[in-house]
Every structure is written in structure tokens, then in C-alpha cells.
């Protein structure tokens, strides 16, 4: 009978083993599609709570974190993904932008941060609130580490380019030049993301293409 049991038991892990083997690609999740899928979403979502929690004072702000919702919320697939360091900056770029646009809207540093912080909880409710597909891989920790990692370095940068903002309008008052007005800071910050914008693309056409060549090498 106990050999009877371990036999059972060696057939049951090799039956298992071939399953994991049979397993279709599509079967594993992945996180940086699972988000992807979900960036129209995000946005909405994110200027909505924003707004909800009175961080947009309205107006032209409302019209601002609009577009930074589009640009980061984009990007935040690409930082989990097989094009990350090459993101990374440009990720950077655009907190930095975020949090020195939260500044000339009049926020203090901890709500631009809180901001930010309303992005993850939105991501980490959708996680627990629609979960992989029965039968896929489960998130590994790497995963869950890499996403927090990478809105981590957007609180970090958020915060400084709110620190320098607001020494360089220090000085500028100090100088007498006059102050940007919300519709001159949107139009700023329209520009400045739309270089990142064409960054992106330029590093994403640039890594497929290396991609296709060296898929034609082999």
C-alpha cells in the first residue's frame, strides 16, 4: 500500500508537470497587458477621484491633470515591460513635470503626492477587484515589486520637481517677473508632455525595429 501511495503521488506531480507544460502562452499573465487594457479606464478614473477629493481646483487644473492623467497613465504599461529603461526617463521627466505643474496650481507637496498615491490605490482596487482569468499564472511578487517600484519613482519626482518650482518662483517674485497663469501653465505643460509624447515614440519604433532586425538575424 505505501508504494501503491508514492506512485500515485509520482503520477500526480508528472501529471501536473505536463499540464504546466501544455499550458497556452496567453494563459500566463501578463501585467504589463493586463494594464494596458485598462488604461482608458485609469484615466477616468484618476481625474475623477482627483476632482472628487477638491485636488484639481477646478478650471483650467481640471483641464491639466487631463492631460497628465493621458501621458502617465499611458507610460505606466511601458515601465513593467521589456522597454522599461528606456521608458524610465522619460517616466521621470514627466512626474518631475507633474509635480512642478501641481505646484503653479497651488497644491502642496503632500497633495501632488497624494495624487499619485489615488493612481496606485486605482491600480492595486482593479488588481484585487477583477483578478487573472481562472486558470492563468498568478502575479509573481517581481511583478507587484516593479509596478510599486515604478510609482515609487514617480512620488519621488513628483516631489522634486515641486520643490524646484516652487525655488525657482521664489526667485522669480524676488526678480518681480510676473507669475504663468493657469492658461499659460496648461499651455506648458501641453508642450513639455508632447516632447515626451514623441520621445516615447521614437524609443518604442526604435526598440521594434532593433527587434525585427535581430528576429531576421536569427
Do not use: C
Request: net charge negative; hydrophobic share 40%.
Amino acid at each position: 500500500m505505501p508504494d501503491q501511495t508514492v506512485a500515485d503521488s509520482e503520477s500526480l506531480t508528472t501529471d501536473r508537470s505536463a499540464d504546466r507544460l501544455k499550458a497556452p502562452r496567453s494563459a500566463t499573465m501578463d501585467l504589463e497587458s493586463w494594464l494596458r487594457d485598462r488604461v482608458p479606464t485609469l484615466k477616468e478614473q484618476w481625474v475623477h477621484e482627483i476632482q472628487a477629493r477638491e485636488l484639481g481646483n477646478g478650471g483650467d487644473a481640471d483641464r491639466v491633470v487631463a492631460m497628465f492623467a493621458d501621458q502617465l497613465v499611458d507610460l505606466l504599461p511601458s515601465m513593467l515591460g521589456a522597454h522599461r529603461e528606456q521608458i524610465q526617463r522619460l517616466w521621470d521627466r514627466g512626474a518631475e513635470l507633474f509635480g512642478a505643474v501641481a505646484a503653479k496650481r497651488g497644491l502642496a507637496a503632500g497633495e501632488a503626492i497624494e495624487e499619485i498615491h489615488i493612481l496606485r490605490e486605482l491600480v492595486i482596487r482593479d488588481l484585487y477587484r477583477d483578478p487573472p482569468p481562472e486558470g492563468s499564472v498568478p502575479l509573481s511578487l517581481r511583478e507587484i515589486l516593479r509596478l510599486n517600484r515604478a510609482l515609487d519613482r514617480a512620488v519621488t519626482h513628483a516631489s522634486v520637481g515641486h520643490t524646484d518650482a516652487l525655488f525657482f518662483e521664489f526667485f522669480e517674485g524676488e526678480a518681480g517677473a510676473s507669475l504663468l497663469s493657469g492658461d499659460d501653465v496648461a499651455e506648458e505643460a501641453a508642450g513639455q508632455l508632447a516632447t515626451i509624447r514623441d520621445e516615447v515614440r521614437l524609443v518604442l519604433e526604435h526598440a521594434q525595429g532593433r527587434a525585427r532586425s535581430n528576429g531576421r538575424r536569427n
